[in-house]
């Protein structure tokens, strides 16, 4: 059995990620995960996403608070080939399995692809890189997926399989607080922002199966928002009496709590696990956002 489970003295294959699965990075190193930090830019400054504390990320939205506007920089593929190259000689003889930030918000993925053919050429590992078409919480949750697998002493190639349709399945549901930011990013106009905010429109956004984010239905006032996304989980779970439900925010602990009790309250059972949205995400959605993550049969599929 200890064969099995191992191979050279450590697991069959080597997880990694990328800093968007937003754990604290000390928790990353102590599952034993690899990672490679996303770049978000402040005032013309670039700063790697290597947050590792409550106090770093609640800085983070001090600033956006006081008018910082973040960009984001996607990872280049020569960064990745540096990291896969470096993993590979750190643990020789392992394959890897790469879990990505959704391609469908960001080029990282496929650079990742490109890289890990580039790497991966003529040696006798391989590298599995997966599209969780998921990001924060949600790429938590198949992070902590692929622990399990892993550990248990799953083939890199099955994981890969079994991961993927982990990520196909996942759902996330976003309370959108901070209507400022569909304005920048043009979905929609300053006046319907200004009325928006005005009647306390509260837009619910879903990732569809190409990991997009989009707007699922409106609602008006916080209460009702809270709402939808509880009857989304009792709508879509896979799990029917005791989900495994993330829930994240960008700097409103107050209303992920309310998410928390809505949650238990229509399914006791649920395992809830409370964390952060990290500044790469959090630099798209704006301030005092929250959302759940969980597994269902299949995404809600919009365009």
């Known amino acids: ?176 607080e901070n209507l400022a930011h569909l304005k920048r990013g043009g979905r929609i106009s300053a006046v319907k922002a200004a009325i928006g905010t005005m009647i306390k429109l509260k837009p619910i956004m879903v990732a569809n199966n190409e990991g997009n984010l989009l707007v699922y239905k409106k609602v008006i006032g916080s209460a009702k928002a809270v709402a939808a996304l509880a009857y989304g989980i009792k709508e879509h779970s896979a799990d029917r009496t005791s989900p495994k439900v993330y829930i994240a925010d960008t700097d409103n602990a107050p209303l992920a709590e309310k998410v928390k009790a809505a949650v238990l309250e229509v399914f006791p059972k649920a395992e809830i696990v409370m964390g952060h949205v990290g500044p790469v995400i959090g630099a798209h959605l704006g301030n005092n956002c929250v959302a759940i993550m969980f597994e269902g049969n299949g995404r809600i599929d919009i365009h």
């Open 1 to 176: 059995i200890f064969l099995c489970v191992y191979f050279y003295g450590g697991f069959m294959f080597t997880l990694t990620t990328d800093s968007s699965c937003d754990l604290l990075k000390s928790q990353l190193k102590e599952m034993d995960v690899p990672y490679i930090p996303l770049i978000y830019i402040i005032d013309g400054v670039s700063y790697e996403d290597r947050l590792d504390s409550d106090e770093e990320y609640i800085a983070f939205y001090k600033q956006m608070k006081e008018g910082a506007m973040p960009t984001t920089s996607q990872i280049s593929e020569y960064a990745f080939e540096e990291f896969f190259r470096r993993t590979l000689e750190e643990r020789p003889g392992r394959d890897i399995v790469h879990l990505s930030l959704s391609g469908g918000v960001s080029g990282t993925y496929a650079n990742a692809v490109f890289a890990a053919r580039a790497v991966s050429g003529g040696r006798s590992e391989k590298i599995y890189v997966v599209d969780t078409l998921a990001a924060s919480q949600g790429l938590r949750l198949v992070l902590d997926r692929g622990v399990e697998l892993r550990d248990g002493g799953m083939s890199a190639e099955e994981a890969f399989e079994k991961l993927r349709e982990v990520s196909r399945n996942l759902h996330h549901w976003v309370i959108l």
